[in-house]
């Protein structure tokens, strides 16, 4: 931890504070026993297989941070979160929140995070949208005077005021997510414990979910940790990201400089005339299928090396005459990079 | 207090919002009172002398009898099966996620059955009573307290099975062993000492022995709360004892869960 060390290039919103960070995991270790049929366990009784969950996972994130764990499934993820709340003990390791050791003071801990499970069956789907906000908030603890007004605060916040008596099984899954959101913020807390939370919602749903998050981080200064498989999240919001595998940390960065660091060096130009014998020399491919209505042809450099290198092709197609609207490196998918994340350092772990 | 009246009444909504479930279960009393009338005046003849000491009329034998056995019912399998239930739903996770110690959380959990119950087991001894049963009205309070006794003996028997249902996700054939056990022996239609002698030395390791008698006693016969004593005596040995345990093993589940991941469905 640095005084005022800037996290990542291309975010300076978040810079590091001397008080302690808001998450801090450090060497964490989790195995489970492996499941077993029950021949298996007749003819072996004392013999046990455990799989490693977690497997020294350390970092932390900064207040007002928002804070990517990306990684297929099977990675650790939702082990990692468990352990974070409290719910699953780890083999080795530490871990707080606010400065609160999850173990040894699990209410303290419990008390600084508002979780949204990617499970929308977390509340009584047989009551209203209020009156789950009420039953939570008396399980929070909220001021029995303040109740009210928190509930409407919330319900508010999370667009969803005018929802009357619709029992909650009646809300799309989007609006369950919003019931979720607005619990997980009843007690303001100053951090947020995200599961996939947009799993289930449709892409319009799920990008005004985004828009909130990042309001809520920005203006309420809130800290996020979220695990996330969706590209706009973990390039969009996400200060850094995690990469988590096997129970493994493989990366940590932001988004697009690990996207830029494996990524291959492959370019595409939108040119006026793809049998230029400029182009020809370069060695480039047409892409037929991305031909625009306007005449724009693309065609794809399969390796210009570094950014020196390709700034030089384009220096030499314009000399040559090449009408050029458009040149840029080809980016990874969040997919494609989890691949090659895991491809290139899973196998060194 | 303020969090379990909270649970209450969420759960007492949801539960209400299934209308026509609520009405069956209230009009099922009547399927029960009506039938055990005519049979208990059938058998009235048969039993009449062996009940002397517990108010002689088997009608009012066999309703307090139905009336404890659905409140042990209760007190056992209320927690474990609420645990259960809110683990497959999915709401246990964002329960334990709160502040609220999980004893009260269980206190919670259960608070909707409890007061059910109570209701129907009420209505169950109004019925018994429209229908002639001999109930001595002025020894309520007596026969509620010791009710209350009862349900708290059985309450550990429930929290060994809810630590079942956390650590391996079944609470297995406790239950029904435990209450068959108990209605076979601790004389919910015939008086303990009926039953073999050998068999009646079993029937000492169960609760229900002793609070059933006095229930009884103070409910059908009248007597005075200190006539019962020993038995109430014995009730409060039980809780203390069982409650140990039963506490014991619930601790020893949620870290066990906490190991082995099962605290958390997500």
């Keep these: 931890m640095a005084d005022s060390e800037t996290l990542a290039q291309g975010t300076p919103r978040v810079t590091r504070h001397a008080e302690p960070d808001a998450i801090v995991v450090q060497d964490v270790h989790k195995r489970f026993p492996s499941p077993r049929s029950i021949w298996q366990t007749l003819?072996?009784?004392?013999?046990?297989?455990?799989?490693?969950?977690?497997?020294?996972?350390?970092?932390?994130?900064?207040?007002?941070?928002?804070?990517?764990?990306?990684?297929?499934?099977?990675?650790?993820?939702?082990?990692?979160?468990?352990?974070?709340?409290?719910?699953?003990?780890?083999?080795?390791?530490?871990?707080?929140?606010?400065?609160?050791?999850?173990?040894?003071?699990?209410?303290?801990?419990?008390?600084?995070i508002g979780v949204v499970f990617a499970n929308e069956r977390a509340m009584n789907w047989r009551l209203d949208a209020r009156e789950n906000l009420r039953l939570f908030a008396a399980l929070y603890n909220v001021a029995r005077s303040e109740v009210d007004d928190r509930v409407?605060?919330?319900?508010?916040?999370?667009?969803?005021?005018?929802?009357?008596?619709?029992?909650?099984?009646?809300?799309?899954?989007?609006?369950?997510?919003?019931?979720?959101?607005?619990?997980?913020?009843?007690?303001?807390?100053?951090?947020?414990?995200?599961?996939?939370?947009?799993?289930?919602?449709?892409?319009?749903?799920?990008?005004?979910?985004?828009?909130?998050?990042?309001?809520?981080?920005?203006?309420?200064?809130?800290?996020?940790?979220?695990?996330?498989?969706?590209?706009?999240?973990a390039f969009g919001l996400c200060d850094r990201v995690l990469v988590l595998d096997r129970g493994r940390v493989l990366a940590t960065d932001t988004a697009t400089r690990l996207a830029d660091q494996f990524a291959d060096q492959v370019y595409r130009a939108w040119v006026r005339d793809p049998a230029h014998p400029a182009l020809r020399d370069a060695g480039v491919r047409l892409l037929d299928e991305l031909t625009s209505a306007d005449g724009w042809f693309v065609v794809e450099f399969p390796d210009l090396g570094t950014g020196h290198d390709a700034a030089a092709t384009l220096r030499r197609l314009v000399?040559?005459?090449v009408e050029v609207s458009r040149f840029e490196r080809m980016g990874l998918s969040l997919g494609e990079l989890l691949e090659r994340v895991v491809a290139q350092r899973g196998s060194r772990a | 207090m303020r969090v379990v009246l909270a649970m209450?009444?969420?759960?007492?909504?949801?539960?209400?919002?299934?209308?026509?479930?609520?009405?069956?279960?209230?009009?099922?009393?009547?399927?029960?009172?009506?039938?055990?009338?005519f049979v208990a005046g059938a058998l009235q003849g048969t039993m009449e002398r062996s009940i002397q000491a517990e108010g002689g009329q088997y009608f009012a034998f066999v309703?307090?009898?139905?009336?404890?056995?659905?409140?042990?019912?209760?007190?056992?399998?209320?927690?474990?099966?609420?645990?259960?239930?809110?683990?497959?739903?999915?709401?246990?996770?964002?329960?334990?996620?709160?502040?609220?110690?999980?004893?009260?959380?269980?206190?919670?959990?259960?608070?909707?059955?409890?007061?059910?119950?109570?209701?129907?087991?009420?209505?169950?001894?109004?019925?018994?009573?429209?229908?002639?049963?001999?109930?001595?009205?002025?020894?309520?309070?007596?026969?509620?307290?010791?009710?209350?006794?009862?349900a708290l003996a059985y309450v550990p028997f429930g929290l060994l099975m809810t630590a079942s249902q956390i650590a391996f996700r079944t609470s297995g054939p406790f239950m029904s062993g435990i209450l068959l056990a108990s209605t076979f022996l601790g004389g919910v239609y015939y008086p303990v000492h009926v039953i073999p002698s050998w068999l009646q030395s079993l029937a000492w390791f169960v609760p229900l022995s002793?609070?059933?008698?006095?229930?009884?006693?103070?409910?059908?016969e009248g007597a005075p709360l200190l006539s019962v004593w020993s038995d109430v005596g014995m009730l409060l040995g039980f809780i203390v004892v069982l409650g140990s345990v039963g506490v014991a093993a619930l601790s020893l589940a949620f870290r066990y869960a906490r190991r082995t991941g099962g605290l958390s469905q997500y």
């Design chain 1, 43 to 112: 003819r072996h009784p004392g013999q046990r297989e455990w799989v490693e969950s977690l497997q020294g996972v350390s970092f932390s994130v900064a207040h007002g941070e928002f804070f990517g764990i990306l990684g297929p499934n099977g990675a650790g993820k939702t082990t990692l979160f468990k352990c974070i709340t409290g719910l699953v003990t780890p083999e080795r390791g530490q871990l707080t929140l606010q400065g609160h050791d999850v173990q040894r003071a699990t209410r303290q801990a419990r008390a600084q």
């Design chain 1, 152 to 233: 409407e605060h919330v319900l508010r916040l999370v667009d969803l005021a005018d929802t009357g008596q619709r029992l909650l099984g009646t809300f799309s899954s989007g609006m369950k997510q919003r019931v979720s959101l607005a619990r997980a913020l009843l007690t303001d807390p100053p951090i947020l414990l995200l599961d996939e939370p947009t799993r289930s919602l449709d892409p319009v749903s799920a990008q005004r979910f985004r828009d909130f998050l990042r309001e809520q981080v920005v203006t309420r200064e809130r800290t996020v940790l979220l695990a996330t498989h969706t590209t706009e999240e």
């Design chain 1, 319 to 321: 000399a040559s005459g």
């Design chain 2, 8 to 37: 209450l009444r969420a759960t007492w909504r949801a539960a209400t919002s299934y209308r026509l479930a609520t009405v069956f279960s209230l009009a099922g009393l009547a399927f029960t009172v009506v039938p055990l009338y």
């Design chain 2, 63 to 150: 309703l307090a009898g139905m009336v404890a056995t659905m409140i042990i019912t209760e007190a056992i399998s209320t927690i474990p099966s609420n645990v259960g239930s809110a683990a497959t739903s999915g709401t246990l996770d964002s329960l334990f996620l709160t502040p609220t110690p999980p004893v009260v959380l269980f206190a919670g959990l259960s608070a909707y059955g409890a007061v059910w119950t109570l209701i129907r087991a009420a209505l169950l001894l109004l019925g018994g009573a429209a229908f002639g049963a001999s109930i001595s009205w002025a020894n309520l309070p007596q026969a509620l307290l010791v009710l209350a006794l009862l």
């Design chain 2, 210 to 220: 002793y609070g059933l008698r006095a229930f009884r006693k103070l409910l059908l």
